[in-house]
């Protein structure tokens, strides 16, 4: 059931206390140019929200949530964002697995953590096509929406900000990636 609710707090922090009890927390992409104390900072949300947080760029007309490309990286976050976005995975027709190597790590131990995530959702009900790309022209951020886009994906489902965000604004990282110039709606947890 859904309820609706307004504040006079500060937009994030509203939202935030509001997530308390929501399953998902569906935002716009955009960080309007207002006033702070008038505007949503939908990076501030992502990390501190502890639900799932869906993030739509402003041309999406809807969600279908039939295509889905999962950028996994073995770490808690993705960990969290497979099992966050299962009901939704359930019912996606495709679904692509891929991992992004920027090392030489050797492609059988790549496989290896796939073949685990995709064995978990093949168990959950959700079958996958892995995918590895090694030594990539991109960046693994631009790499997932390049992806995302050759696959007609709706969506891409990617763990939040394993590193710090500071980290990520200065030296790159795929959240920042993903969250300042993804065309493609993105599912992320924290």
Not at 88 to 99: D, E, I, K, P, W
Not at 123 to 130: A, K, L
């Amino acid at each position: 059931h859904s309820t609706w609710r307004s504040g006079v707090h500060f937009p994030t922090q509203c939202v935030l206390n509001e997530l308390r009890s929501s399953d998902l927390l569906i935002i716009g992409r955009e960080e309007s140019k207002g006033k702070f104390n008038v505007t949503l900072e939908p990076v501030a949300v992502l990390l501190r929200a502890g639900r799932p947080v869906l993030m739509i760029p402003n041309n999406v007309q809807s969600l279908p949530f039939r295509r889905v490309v999962i950028g996994w990286k073995d770490t808690r976050e993705a960990r969290r964002v497979v099992l966050d976005a299962l009901p939704y995975l359930r019912h996606a027709n495709s679904v692509v697995l891929t991992a992004i190597s920027e090392t030489d790590e050797k492609e059988a131990e790549i496989k290896v953590r796939l073949k685990d995530v995709a064995d978990y959702l093949a168990g959950q009900g959700v079958s996958t096509e892995p995918k590895i790309i090694q030594r990539p022209k991109r960046s693994a951020g631009d790499e997932i929406i390049h992806l995302a886009k050759e696959e007609g994906a709706d969506v891409i489902v990617a763990g939040a900000y394993g590193h710090s965000r500071a980290g990520e604004l200065i030296f790159g990282g795929v959240t920042e990636t993903l969250v300042t110039r993804s065309p493609i709606s993105c599912l992320f947890s924290h």
